[in-house]
T-cell receptor
């Protein structure tokens, strides 16, 4: 597709389970970002990839969260031992360059609900 | 640290009314400023941006001016349409950085 694609669009899981969220960025975009948006709040930065490497993972809340981008395109956000506080919309974005100079293209998000 | 504070919503307007959404920021140095918009059922998309003081960003009839003296980037539109109903987010990135810091968002509903 032409835009950023995220799957699943909705995920309901039980506390303690493992979850994977997938992001397929726009073709040719080297920069990829994950953000988390809790109800009534703006998106918060989680991690930034430039190519295959995580250039900045300072926004990941703890070591239960991990993200990969093995071939420099598709990225997977992995959450272990989910907690109710992890419930949020997880947004993926991609860009040709950095956010400061270019435009970020966001997917529609994956809504995670932890029961 | 860097932060953005924007006007709380929700805001409900009639078609052709004037819209203002206030946004102020805290940042060191000279950040770039953005307004992103999220239409129902769609992802966030960039509406407009300004990268230095006194710059005016504009798009789709919306405008915002980077005011360093008041650390503000208020969004305005002179005559709104029903299709402008959306959630609007003010955001910044520090100079030469890539992390966007977003405000909490303002929900705007325009009635016919």
């Amino acid at each position: 597709g032409a835009g950023v694609s995220q799957t699943p669009s909705n995920k309901v899981t039980e506390k303690g389970k493992y979850v994977e969220l997938r992001c397929d960025p726009i073709s040719g975009h080297t920069a990829l970002y994950w953000y988390r948006q809790s109800l009534g709040q703006g998106p918060e930065f989680l991690i930034y990839f430039q190519g295959t490497g995580a250039a900045d993972d300072s926004g990941l809340p703890n070591d239960r969260f991990f993200a990969v981008r093995p071939e420099g395109s598709v990225s997977t956000l992995k959450i272990q031992r989910t907690e109710r506080g992890d419930s949020a919309v997880y947004l993926c974005a991609s860009s040709l360059g950095s956010a400061n100079t270019g435009e970020l293209f966001f997917g529609e998000g994956s809504r995670l609900t932890v029961l | 640290g860097n932060s953005v504070t924007q006007m709380e919503g929700p805001v409900t307007l009639s078609e052709e009314a004037f819209l203002t959404i206030n946004c102020t920021y805290t940042a060191t140095g000279y950040p770039s400023l953005f307004w992103y918009v999220q239409y129902p059922g769609e992802g966030l998309q960039l509406l407009l941006k300004a990268t230095k003081a006194d710059d005016k960003g504009s798009n789709k009839g919306f405008e915002a001016t980077y005011r360093k003296e008041t650390t503000s980037f208020h969004l305005e539109k002179g005559s709104v349409q029903v299709s402008d109903s959306a959630v609007y987010f003010c955001a910044l990135t520090p100079f030469n950085d890539y992390k966007l810091s977003f405000g909490a968002g303002t929900t705007v509903t325009v009635r016919a």
